[in-house]
């Protein structure tokens, strides 16, 4: 079994057993309720990697398409959807292929938007990702986004210093911890860039280090909102921290923000 295969399989397994809160989706699921006239939607979630939220959609109801370009993370869903005939996921990249159309809804959950994996200017693929919505819902549909908005990223990114945010061991016997050595923002450009790698030690005993450099766009609230404009949406509600309470414009601080856009 190669190495990449091991890797992938564990950070698959211990991000799960991180990432498994249900706040995020109860409140999505609470939008659909009051916005959509408690009606089954047709929904597609983009990056629906083990199926946290698309699950819960369909349990509610919903039809549910979800498409991730992770097959470890897709395997989890598999296993989540097991006899739920109102949903379906398979392997496509977000940025290169096309997420099809006439759907009700598109969920872009879980801070995808500060996430995408690319090689290409991460601002565009920001803003593809908002006209690929677009594209994919019928006239009148609804896109859900739901996203960190730094009104100033420079002071939570710019950091030095060792940290771990994930460790845990799979159910292949592989255990793991992520190591973080730190970032920094260009205030100007929002781009933050920074190290980390991910330390483990299979079953045997045996012990590796994957490393990788990442980057990321951090949009501001004004460009966000110009995506939308310019992709055919028209503001229908924003939420602040998973709460009834509306966005300010501009938000000052750092907030979770939530969009409910209509297309025209």
């Not at 916005?35 to 959609?57: D, F, H, M």
């Not at 290169?96 to 690319?118: C, H, K, Q, R, Y």
């Not at 896109?143 to 994930?166: C, I, K, T, V, W």
Request: hydrophobic share 35%.
């Amino acid at each position: 079994m190669n190495r990449q295969f091991i890797a992938k399989h564990g950070y698959a397994s211990v991000y799960e057993q991180f990432e498994n809160q249900t706040y995020d989706t109860e409140f999505l699921l609470g939008v659909l309720r009051d916005e959509c006239g408690g009606k089954p939607q047709n929904i597609l979630e983009t990056a629906c990697g083990g199926g946290r939220i698309s699950v819960p959609l369909a349990e509610a109801g919903h039809n549910v398409t979800g498409f991730d370009a992770d097959e470890h993370m897709l395997m989890r869903c598999y296993k989540r959807m097991s006899g739920l005939p109102n949903i379906r996921c398979y392997q496509a990249d977000a940025v290169t292929s096309d997420w099809g159309n006439n759907f009700d809804v598109v969920v872009l959950a879980g801070n995808v938007l500060i996430n995408i994996e690319t090689d290409t200017d991460y601002a565009k693929a920001q803003e593809l990702f908002i006209r690929k919505a677009a594209e994919a819902l019928r006239q009148g549909g609804h896109l859900y986004l739901d996203f960190d908005l730094h009104a100033n990223p420079a002071p939570f990114f710019n950091s030095l210093g060792e940290s771990s945010y994930f460790n845990g061991t799979d159910d292949m016997g592989t255990s793991g911890r992520t190591v973080s050595y730190g970032s920094v923002c260009d205030p100007v450009t929002r781009i933050c860039t920074g190290a980390r790698h991910w330390e483990l030690t299979q079953n045997n005993g045996e012990s590796f280090i994957v490393s990788t450099l990442w980057h990321k766009h951090i949009p501001s609230q004004a460009q966000v909102y110009g995506w939308l404009d310019s992709a055919g949406f028209d503001l229908e509600r924003t939420y602040k921290n998973f709460t009834a309470e509306p966005l300010g414009n501009p938000e000052t601080e750092y907030v979770r923000a939530t969009i409910l856009a209509r297309k025209r």
